[in-house]
């Protein structure tokens, strides 16, 4: 099984400051045939499902504000979002999606400072 | 739009069989993976398994011993069972379309609101 491992566990940051989170794999979710990373970002809020937020490593889902962007390659990721709002308070995790079974991130609590 | 909707007992006895169904609207089963995802509480996400509308499957194998997962194209509606459960079964289940056709491959795009299955006596 892939192992996702999430740092850090929480995360407080000012509002309008910028709060990143990383995603570790312990090995490569990169397709050499398609060049593809096989990692999604998913933002959780309390009673609610998962929402996609980031795909593809990078490449945001319809709807989802440009604060949110994602980055990196291999076994090590990031999502960053540029400005901290509010509504962004919530629980964050990313998933590999390279091979089964499919595994996810323990996740990270974003909290405003 | 499409939309996911899980139901099912709310309650099971240990050592029972969990059942629950995950109803697809506003759009045809076919073509697409469909998962289930479960969430104890307070806890991170655990995939449980996939399946495709022609019926094949591909499960997490820390659960393939007790799972199944069924589809009703007729219904448009795919179905869990947990057979033997415990109290760790208790979770928060999910049902998730897979967003790339015809793939397992894949990120989840739509999420049912979820259910929450407590296993107790």
């Known amino acids: 099984d892939i192992v996702m491992t999430q740092s850090p566990d929480s995360l407080a940051v000012s509002l309008g400051e910028r709060a990143t989170i990383n995603c570790k794999s312990s090995?490569?979710?990169?397709?050499?045939?398609?060049?593809?990373?096989?990692l999604a970002w998913y933002q959780q809020k309390p009673g609610q499902p998962p929402k996609l937020l980031i795909y593809?490593?990078?490449t945001r889902e319809s709807g989802v504000p440009d604060r949110f962007s994602g980055s990196g390659a291999g076994t090590d990721f990031t999502l960053t979002i540029s400005s901290l709002q509010t509504e962004d308070v919530a629980l964050y995790y990313c998933?590999?999606?390279?091979?089964?079974?499919?595994?996810f991130g323990q996740g990270t609590r974003l909290e405003i400072k | 739009q499409v939309q996911l909707q899980e139901s099912g007992p709310g309650l099971v006895k240990p050592s029972e069989t969990l059942s629950l169904t995950c109803t697809v609207s506003?759009?045809?089963?076919?073509?697409?993976?469909w998962s289930w995802i479960r969430q104890p509480p307070g806890k991170g996400l655990e995939w449980i398994g996939y399946?495709?509308?022609?019926?094949?499957?591909n499960y997490n194998p820390s659960l393939k011993r007790r799972v199944t997962i069924s589809v009703d194209t007729s219904k448009n509606q795919f179905s869990l069972k947990l057979s033997s459960v415990t109290a760790a079964d208790t979770a928060v289940y999910y049902c998730?379309?897979?967003?790339?056709?015809?793939?397992?491959?894949?990120?989840?795009?739509?999420w049912g609101r979820g259910t929450l299955v407590t296993v107790s006596s």
């Open positions: 593809w490593a990078s």
């Open positions: 998730a379309r897979v967003g790339v056709m015809a793939t397992i491959l894949s990120y989840f795009d739509l």
């Open positions: 998933q590999q999606y390279y091979s089964t079974p499919i595994t």
């Open positions: 506003g759009g045809s089963i076919s073509t697409y993976y």
């Open positions: 090995q490569s979710v990169l397709y050499s045939s398609n060049n593809k990373n096989y």
């Open positions: 399946i495709y509308y022609s019926g094949s499957t």
